[in-house]
């Protein structure tokens, strides 16, 4: 199973980018997918999370009303869709793919995982 994430980058603040994460070797309609977050010297974090079909999602406070997660179950990708991007957006970005029938926020969950792509946001 691979996840490779890509899209990241330097970005000025109120700026927009748009993640991808392509997967392969999984039947990735049946695995919720998700965004994590990691900036430096602090913990991983939840940053959205979407159904199999794609109907129903969820997203960590913060970046409510800013980012937007998405799939395309036939081109086996997931995206994040960030606008409004803030300094405290900066962080290295992360997919995960879940085999549970709901949405979870628990990195715990998650049984594949990417390499991560760095999102910069400058002033």
């Known amino acids: 199973v691979q996840l490779q994430a890509s899209g990241g980058g330097l970005v000025q603040a109120g700026g927009s980018l748009r993640l991808s994460c392509a997967a392969s070797?999984?039947?990735?309609?049946?695995?919720?997918m998700g965004w994590f977050r990691q900036a430096p010297g602090k913990e991983r974090e939840f940053v959205a999370t979407?159904?199999?079909?794609?109907?129903?999602?969820s997203y960590t406070d913060s970046v409510k009303g800013r980012f937007t997660i998405s799939r395309d179950n036939d081109r086996n990708t997931v995206y994040l869709q960030m606008n409004s991007l803030k300094l405290e957006d900066t962080a290295v970005y992360y997919c995960?793919?879940?085999?549970?029938?709901?949405?979870?926020?628990?990195?715990?969950?998650?049984?594949?995982w990417g390499q991560g792509t760095q999102v910069t946001v400058s002033s």
């Open positions: 070797a999984l039947t990735f309609s049946r695995y919720v």
């Open positions: 995960a793919a879940a085999r549970t029938a709901g949405l979870t926020s628990s990195s715990n969950s998650y049984d594949y």
């Open positions: 979407i159904s199999w079909s794609g109907r129903t999602t």
